[in-house]
T-cell receptor, first 117, second 114 residues
Framework: DTGVSQDPRHKITKRGQNVTFRCDPISEHNRLYWYRQTLGQGPEFLTYFQNEAQLEKSRLLSDRFSAERPKGSFSTLEIQRTEQGDSAMYLC???????????????FGEGSWLTVV | QKEVEQDPGPLSVPEGAIVSLNCTYSNSAFQYFMWYRQYSRKGPELLMY????GNKEDGRFTAQVDKSSKYISLFIRDSQPSDSATYLC??????????????FGKGTKLSVIP
């Protein structure tokens, strides 16, 4: 499978614990994104990497959230001191640099479901 | 007002029907328009991508963009039960910060009844 891979797919944690999600993008894609999706809503942008550089962070990304992409390949998203409001699906996506023909077609992984109890 | 509006449905149609899904948007800077299909508890799957105005067809799916009305549509012909899913519209800008950030609608939940 050469799509975007996310791990774990499901995580149940107690409030106050830290959790980390991993994403492996499509191999030739230099751009990597994290989105968050809650029930009944569309995905919302969290952050974006071009290679190893984190170029944009949404104001949705509080200080408890940190994302890294140390070698420009896989990425991790860590949530510290989880709160019940963090319960959501965390989606990773990747793409190449946009072009006139391809635009910015972004491919998503299957998501990592987080439940904070 | 949200930048992208999409009726969440649910929409229920009989098998074989033509389905029409649509979104409206308020930001004229959007240039790229996409439709994603999302099955329950799965990630969004890219279905169609369109740049600027016009139509694009791929098998049973047709995407239309009317930038003058800020309105996009997805038509599904000969709908099948396997088309039952949530359909998300998404759009992005041509350049600058918005070129890498997709703005999504809420999604329309479609059920195709055999």
């Amino acid at each position: 499978d050469t799509g975007v891979s996310q791990d774990p797919r499901h995580k149940i944690t107690k409030r106050g614990q830290n959790v980390t999600f991993r994403c492996d993008p499509i191999s030739e894609h230099n751009r990597l994104y994290w989105y968050r999706q809650t029930l009944g809503q569309g995905p919302e942008f969290l952050t974006y990497f071009q290679n190893e550089a984190q170029l944009e962070k949404s104001r949705l990304l509080s200080d408890r959230f940190s994302a890294e992409r140390p070698k420009g390949s896989f990425s991790t998203l860590e949530i510290q001191r989880t709160e019940q409001g963090d319960s959501a699906m965390y989606l990773c996506a990747s793409s190449t640099s946009p072009g006139r023909v391809t635009g910015n077609t972004i491919y998503f992984g299957e998501g990592s479901w987080l439940t904070v109890v | 007002q949200k930048e992208v509006e999409q009726d969440p449905g649910p929409l229920s149609v009989p098998e074989g029907a033509i389905v029409s899904l649509n979104c409206t948007y308020s930001n004229s800077a959007f240039q790229y328009f996409m439709w994603y299909r999302q099955y329950s508890r799965k990630g969004p799957e890219l279905l169609m991508y369109t740049y600027s105005s016009g139509n694009k067809e791929d098998g049973r799916f047709t995407a239309q963009v009317d930038k003058s009305s800020k309105y996009i549509s997805l038509f599904i012909r000969d709908s099948q039960p396997s088309d039952s899913a949530t359909y998300l519209c998404a759009m992005s800008k041509d350049s600058g910060a918005g070129s890498y950030q997709l703005t999504f609608g809420k999604g329309t939940k479609l059920s195709v009844i055999p």
